[in-house]
């Protein structure tokens, strides 16, 4: 609290049990060099979480495609009746979308999970001639990659193109939950949200409903995550090698996104 600076206060705290060794934490490095290569371990976890969930859905969305093909239903346009489908076709659609997702959280993945052991300005002047390899070092200990070229920080194009492809993810997800809600609508009722009629109850003044909660919840957080690629957006630019008009938004974006999304 005295201190005011939170990776100060932790290299004053190990220097002080460190002895004479104290003298050479953090020797060379700025405070990006951990808390960026902090948000790589973080983002790592993440986003092998979420692509384990996108490949589970993939698999579901392939059973139903194959289960429902010969399921007649009517196709849609305008909201108005086109012509005859299958159900079977409309989940291939949706599987489709979703292996499109995984190929691309792979490819973000690659570019977003890196870290940095560059110094106050990315040219690594404070760590001396064997500065390459310190990095090299402390990154394979790690299990990430080093950032190709940094400032004082990761560049922050990496973290936007990660929340924009959230972005996408929930709107697809988005979509998908509102072809169930239409769906589920008394007077056409094609598909339904699960409902456990001996225990749920569906409104606390009308028993006969059977609302799309779950659902229409999906369709509400999709909006709040697609909001967040505006601050995501905006952290992008920066004055000159770093300024820390980005950390106090991203401390709430980079996490929040990633609990919305999953």
């Excluded at 405070?31 to 969930?53: C, E, P, R």
Aim: include cysteine; hydrophobic fraction near 45%; proline fraction near 4%.
């Amino acid at each position: 609290a005295k201190i005011r600076h939170d990776i100060m206060a932790v290299v004053t705290a190990l220097s002080e049990v460190c002895g004479p060794s104290g003298a050479y934490v953090h020797l060379g490095a700025t405070s990006n060099d951990i808390t960026d290569s902090a948000t790589a371990l973080q983002l790592k976890d993440a986003l092998k979480l979420i692509n384990q969930h996108l490949n589970d859905l993939e698999v579901v969305l392939m059973e139903l495609s194959e289960a429902n093909k010969h399921v007649l239903l009517i196709g849609r346009t305008h909201g108005q009746h086109a012509i005859p489908m299958t159900l079977g076709f409309k989940f291939v659609v949706w599987l489709r979308e979703t292996s499109r997702h995984i190929q691309r959280l792979e490819e973000c993945t690659d570019r977003v999970v890196v870290g940095k052991m560059s110094g106050a300005v990315g040219t690594q002047a404070g760590l001396g001639p064997n500065a390459m390899k310190v990095q090299h070092l402390t990154m394979s200990r790690l299990g990430i990659m080093a950032a190709d070229v940094s400032t004082q920080i990761v560049q922050r194009d990496r973290y936007a193109e990660l929340i924009c492809l959230f972005a996408i993810i929930a709107s697809s997800l988005d979509k998908f939950a509102i072809e169930i809600r239409e769906l589920q609508r008394p007077e056409i009722g094609e598909l339904a949200e699960p409902f456990a009629s001996a225990t749920q109850v569906g409104s606390s003044t009308m028993p006969h409903k059977k609302n799309p909660i779950l659902c229409e919840r999906v369709c509400g957080l999709a909006k709040i995550l697609r909001s967040l690629t505006i601050p995501a957006l905006e952290n992008v630019p920066t004055w000159h090698e770093r300024d820390i008009t980005q950390s106090s938004a991203e401390r709430f974006i980079l996490p929040e996104a990633c609990i919305l999304l999953e």
